[in-house]
Nanobody, 117 residues
């Protein structure tokens, strides 16, 4: 059984920064993709950033140059550094881990990020 616990969300002013963390507990196979998704009220959940076990990354166009995803495989933790935050970044952010060799898919409970003056 795998559980993902997000932390680091909160209220921040436009232009500010936050760092989200997501720690996996339980057993996971080493070959996987960890990612961050977000969902705003009335909108579909969308991919923000993803990172493979070997460090390959991808980002939504809307966050390129502002957000950085990273992971610590020993700690089974993925991070999302968010800089130059905009009001449109306001959403619930969800952590995800998906197996790339063995099939599994787990989600965290979500953490609220609010960007407002």
């Amino acid at each position: 059984q795998v559980q993902l616990v997000e932390s680091g969300g909160g209220l921040v002013q436009p232009g500010g920064s936050l760092r989200l963390s997501c720690a996996a507990s339980g057993s996971t196979f080493s070959l996987n993709v960890m990612g961050w998704y977000r969902q705003a009220p009335g909108k579909q959940r969308e991919l923000v950033a993803g990172i493979t076990s070997l460090g390959s990354t991808n980002y939504a166009d809307s966050v390129k140059g502002r957000f950085t995803i990273s992971r610590d495989n020993a700690k089974k933790t993925v991070y999302l550094q968010m800089n130059s935050l905009k009001p449109e970044d306001t959403a619930v952010y969800y952590c995800n881990v998906r197996g790339t060799v063995y099939s599994y898919d787990y989600w965290g409970q979500g953490t609220q990020v609010t960007v407002s003056s």
